[in-house]
């Protein structure tokens, strides 16, 4: 676990903020104020990832970053499990305690399902989605064939199978504090203009023993264990949410999230939404082109907020 006040050399000079309604000291950012934009964080990043995004959207927005049990700067109990069930359970405890509403969602990696699993429990809080290389599943028929072809071709997913198998896996995840830029060259990770000592310590440090690796861990093994459970929204939330308005920008140089694989499922999920695809970015394009990332939600938001406010004034 970070310390709270750690600001990695000012780079990220948000002030902590925590709550326990999950059962836990979770971290999240909380800058700003207007419409709420939900930020969520995959594998193995943190409220880190959004830091560029942050500063773009706070002077005009309510900007919400919260870590995951077991990353960042948030807990890592011993004594939980860390499949995807467990992390919107821990959303969804958040959302409420902070009484969080007309969310506009932005969902990066396994943020993806963990928001889809919120929308999918309280469709009556989301306004908008942002998926940013972040898969939106939502109890489509097609998920398990597309993430059984992702897997496939994934050097990532591919990985997770043969170290879950042969054992090795919590011995290598546990090195993350070590080993995290050779996971994110792993996943796609193109801008090394951004290696410096300052920022691997920024993504390193959430994982400074085995035992604090936990929540990385769980993410990987819960797919090669299949322990991982998706929500399956129920009628009405599937029709609410396809009314959104919706954008998904997807680097398309993601080795680890094919772009053909998961925009189908976005499409389906949304069809009033618009896709954009990020030539050159991979699999971390808040890092590797973050203005991009920023305009493009920024456009995305003002393009849509008369119609967010409408539907709020409903």
């Known amino acids: 676990m970070i310390a709270a006040h750690e600001t990695f050399d000012g780079t990220f000079p948000y002030r902590p903020h925590f709550s326990t309604a999950a059962g836990f000291r979770q971290h999240y950012v909380d800058e700003g104020s207007g419409p709420v934009v939900l930020c969520l964080h995959g594998e193995p990043t943190w409220g880190y990832l959004f830091r560029d995004l942050v500063r773009r959207l706070a002077p005009t927005h309510r900007v919400v970053v ?3 049990m077991g990353f960042g700067k948030s807990a890592t109990p011993a004594d939980r499990t860390y ?3 467990d992390h919107v359970d821990n959303l969804e405890a958040l ?3 902070l009484g969080l509403r007309e969310l506009t969602l932005v969902l990066h990696d396994f943020g993806g399902p963990v928001g889809m699993g919120l929308a999918a429990r309280r469709p009556e809080l989301i306004a908008r989605v942002v998926s ?3 898969p939106t599943p939502f109890g489509q028929p097609g998920l398990g064939a597309a993430l059984a072809a992702n897997a496939a071709e994934s050097p990532w997913f591919g990985w997770i199978a043969r170290a879950h198998a042969d054992g090795s896996l919590d011995a290598v995840l546990g090195e993350l504090r070590h080993t995290v830029l ?3 060259k792993l996943n796609g990770f193109e ?3 951004l290696i410096t000592d300052t920022w691997l310590a920024a993504y390193g440090a959430a994982f400074p023993s085995p035992a604090e690796a936990a929540g990385a861990i769980g993410w990987a093994k819960g797919f090669a264990a299949g322990a991982h459970t998706f929500e399956t929204p ?3 939330a599937r029709a609410a949410l396809a009314a959104l308005p919706a954008l998904a920008l997807w680097g398309t140089a993601d080795r680890t999230l094919a772009a053909r694989h998961f ?3 976005f499409a389906e999920a949304f069809p009033r939404g618009r896709a954009v695809e990020l030539p050159g970015v991979g699999h971390y394009s808040p890092e590797d082109a973050p203005e991009t990332v920023a305009e493009l939600v920024e456009r995305f938001l003002a393009e849509t907020a008369a119609e967010t406010r409408a539907r709020g004034a409903a």
């Open 263 to 265: 925009l189908p499922l």
């Open 234 to 236: 129920g009628a009405e």
């Open 83 to 85: 499949w995807l069930q």
């Open 182 to 184: 050779s996971t994110l």
């Open 66 to 68: 919260p870590d995951h």
């Open 191 to 193: 801008n090394n203009a």
């Open 132 to 134: 940013v290389n972040g």
């Open 95 to 97: 959302v409420l305690d």
